[in-house]
């Protein structure tokens, strides 16, 4: 849960890098969430089928819109690319695939033009914690 909240905390932060942890983390609770809304929306009456969606699903989808972009592209900068590359998604299918092997690679080790390794500041902030 705490990795989902570190996202909504960066709400709109398109800068530096998101580790493999946070952005699929994230994924995750937002997939969980859309699940739980869904079964709310069908229960309350609000769930269209034809779209595939319900009032509080869309409104939740709304508001974590920007935090969903912003963590992609972070996490596109953690592997050293441009957070452009997220324009794939409007190739059907090839570029969801190819995004999802983006997400799925790990990230450069050492700092690249985008910030430091995530990894390392994790690991700082974990030693200060003890």
């Not at 800068?15 to 942890?21: H, I, K, L, V």
């Not at 969606?53 to 409104?59: N, P, Q, R, S």
């Amino acid at each position: 849960m705490n990795w989902y909240l570190t996202v909504l905390k960066k709400y709109a932060v398109f800068r530096g890098r998101a580790r493999r942890r946070e952005y699929w983390f994230f994924v995750l609770f937002n997939v969980l969430i859309a699940i739980a809304l869904a079964l709310v929306d069908t229960s309350m009456g609000t769930f269209d089928p034809e779209t595939g969606t319900g009032l509080l699903g869309a409104l939740y989808s709304l508001a974590v819109l920007i935090p969903s972009l912003a963590v992609a592209v972070r996490r596109l900068h953690d592997t050293d690319r441009s957070g452009w590359w997220l324009l794939l998604l409007l190739i059907p299918i090839v570029g969801v695939i190819v995004l999802l092997v983006f997400m799925a690679l790990s990230g450069q080790h050492g700092a690249n033009e985008y910030g430091g390794d995530p990894r390392q500041s994790d690991s700082a902030d974990q030693a200060q914690a003890f």
